[in-house]
């Protein structure tokens, strides 16, 4: 018995040394976003690209070179986790190997108001939007 206690406890002490070296867009994409306080967030930060419905078709999209993503696209956006969207909204488009065209927002936005837009583009895969 005395020897499960300590595998259990060196395995929580493993993971606490671990936790703090997590990424942050990974320990913030857990946290649940709030889709209308997203909105907010879309329509400032977001809409001159990807629209005010989500499919990519912004007035700012006319002149790029890579078309922004489509986030009513649901074939397509359920092979992207939420992480990498955190990661990609956080840090930029390079960040994750995508388009450099696609700002960093890690400088503007908190790390709730990301999650919060992500809710935002889950609902345009869902129709809910």
Known sequence: MTK????FFAIMLSLLWFLPTVPDFVRAAGKPGNAQA???????????????????????SAVLKTKPADWTDAARMSGVSEAEMFQVIKD??????????????????KDQEISDVIAVIKSFQNGKR
Do not use: I
């Not at 499960?4 to 595998?7: E, G, N, T």
């Not at 994750?96 to 696609?102: E, N």
């Open 4 to 7: 499960k206690y300590f595998f």
């Open 38 to 60: 997203g909105m907010e967030v879309h329509k400032r930060q977001c809409v001159r690209c990807h629209g005010e419905t989500g499919k990519g078709d912004g007035p700012g």
């Open 92 to 109: 930029g488009g390079t960040a994750a190997g995508k388009s450099k065209l696609m700002p960093a927002f890690g400088a503007k936005l």
